[in-house]
């Protein structure tokens, strides 16, 4: 159940981002969750260095550490595109 929520999480994170950086961005769902999967990694990786929260553990900064880190993604992508 741990990777539903994990792949739910990253699918919703890369629609944030690609909704919140403006631009052209011809991607499918599968790519927009690779995109926000990426970042969840990234950003709750990012949350847990920063605070003193355990990885396995739900807490609202790491959906916002996840969108952050899917924009950071997003903003690689991009750069590697062009």
Do not use: E, H
Not at 26 to 33: I, K, P, Y
Not at 40 to 61: I, K, Q, W
Request: charged share 15%.
């Amino acid at each position: 159940m741990d990777i539903i929520w994990f792949l739910l999480v990253g699918f919703l994170a890369g629609l944030l981002a690609r909704a919140l950086v403006p631009g052209k961005d011809a991607m499918g769902v599968v790519q927009t969750t690779l995109l926000g999967v990426i970042g969840s990694f990234f950003g709750g990786v990012l949350v847990v260095l920063f605070t003193d929260r355990d990885f396995n553990s739900f807490a609202p900064s790491k959906i916002v550490g996840s969108v952050v880190g899917a924009i950071i993604a997003l903003l690689i992508y991009r750069r590697m595109k062009s």
